[in-house]
């Protein structure tokens, strides 16, 4: 596809399921970043893959969030037992390069509500 | 503990006029700084972005401007037009990483 493409677009939870989201990136882009967007408030910083290797996991919140990228192209973001924080938009972004001087491309985004 | 701060949650512009975004930031070693554009249901879009080595970037319309001394970045859209009304995000890059923190958005109308 032309762009990063998110699915599914919305999902809704009961409190204590588990949920996969899903991101295929533009082809051949090698960076791969999830943000989790609370609302009213900017994008924040999940993790960050490198073609399948994921270099950075610092802003993920708990041990219940767990993200692969395993061939190196679509990603996977998965939160076990959800809880109501866990209430957000998550985007996907992907870039061409390997160092962000470039712009990267985000997705529509999974508006994800835990009930 | 916000290093990106965008004070403003909205701002007004007639059409054709300047709109004038802002944003703060706390952290000296921020090395890259973006402007994206968000409508709703849908992802940000990069806009404009400008290295710390430089002070102003400029493309078309847009035209971003960092003043490092006062840890400031401001936005300028001449002339404003009625498709820009959208929230805008400032973000930057802490240098060594590949990652962003963003601001939390200012909504820009743009009035006919």
């Known amino acids: 596809g032309a762009g990063v493409s998110q699915s599914p677009r919305y999902k809704v939870a009961k409190r204590g399921q588990d949920v996969a989201l899903r991101c295929d990136p533009i082809s051949g882009h090698v960076s791969l970043f999830w943000y989790q967007q609370a609302l009213g408030q900017g994008p924040e910083f999940l993790t960050y893959f490198q073609n399948e290797a994921q270099l950075d996991k610092s802003g993920l919140p708990s041990d219940r969030f767990f993200a692969e990228r395993p061939e190196g192209s679509v990603s996977t973001l998965k939160i076990q037992r959800t809880q109501q924080e866990d209430s957000a938009v998550y985007l996907c972004?992907?870039?061409?390069?390997?160092?962000?001087?470039?712009?990267?491309?985000f997705g529509q985004g999974t508006r994800l509500t835990v009930v | 503990d916000q290093q990106v701060k965008q004070n403003s949650p909205s701002l007004s512009v007639q059409e054709g006029r300047i709109s004038i975004l802002n944003c703060d930031y706390t952290n000296s070693m921020f090395d890259y700084f973006l402007w994206y554009k968000k409508y709703p249901a849908e992802g940000p879009t990069f806009l404009i972005s400008i290295s710390s080595i430089k002070d102003k970037n400029e493309d078309g319309r847009f035209t971003v401007f960092l003043n490092k001394s006062a840890k400031h970045l401001s936005l300028h859209i001449v002339p404003s037009q009625p498709g820009d009304s959208a929230v805008y995000f400032c973000?930057?890059?802490?240098?060594?990483?590949?990652?962003?923190?963003f601001g939390t958005g200012t909504r820009l109308l743009v009035s006919p």
């Open positions: 973000a930057a890059r802490p240098a060594g990483f590949q990652k962003l923190v």
């Open positions: 972004a992907s870039s061409l390069g390997a160092f962000l001087n470039t712009e990267a491309f």
